[in-house]
């Protein structure tokens, strides 16, 4: 249910930038707006509080981000109050962001190598997922895992590219055993 209403009220936001050409805007000011309700957890138990009337933390809203966040965010803030859905405002805004990545056509990539890359190794890679993909960008993470062996493990979304020694090795030792028993 989470899922859905992330999905239905961060598609109406990213609609709405859409149409007011407002997505880099927007966009901007979620990524900055997702630390501060994160670190206010007093704010989102005042929302969250089943006490406070509606008009009361529509209240709240207009004071705290009139005039430092856009009309439009202010707005988009003051309807998912009033539909009573403010506990699902981190991921919403989580989904909206990653469907601003998408239309903009940013990826991010997790690499998990035996040893740390250079900075020469890792520009390399970046161009050559860059050239392999319909992205114009990427945000990379890496990670070094020594369990590797060596090689590397590369994640785009729901896509692995597995190159790493110890899974060769594991593979291999199936086909050993595969013949074994043949």
């Known amino acids: 249910m989470a899922k859905l209403v992330s999905k239905v009220y961060g598609d109406a936001l990213f609609e709405t930038a859409l149409e007011k050409d407002r997505v880099d805007v927007l966009y901007e000011e979620v990524c900055s707006l997702i630390p501060i309700l994160e670190g206010n957890p007093e704010l989102m138990a005042l929302l969250n509080n089943p006490r406070v009337v509606k008009e009361e933390k529509v209240s709240i809203i207009n004071q705290v981000f009139s005039g430092r966040v856009e009309e439009e965010l202010k707005g988009f803030l003051t309807i998912v109050v009033e539909k009573d859905r403010q506990n699902d405002l981190l991921s919403i805004f989580e989904y909206f962001i990653q469907k601003v990545k998408e239309f903009k056509r940013i990826g991010a990539a997790s690499v998990v190598s035996a040893v740390e890359l250079s900075e020469e190794q ?5 161009e050559k997922l860059l050239a392999s993909t319909d992205y114009v960008m990427f945000e990379m993470d890496y990670q ?5 062996i060596g090689g590397m493990v590369i994640r785009i979304g729901d896509r692995v590219v597995d190159s790493s020694i110890r899974t060769r090795l594991y593979e291999m030792k199936k086909e050993l055993q595969q013949l074994q028993m043949a």
């Open 122 to 126: 890792k520009e390399r890679l970046r």
């Open 144 to 148: 070094v895992d020594p369990a590797l």
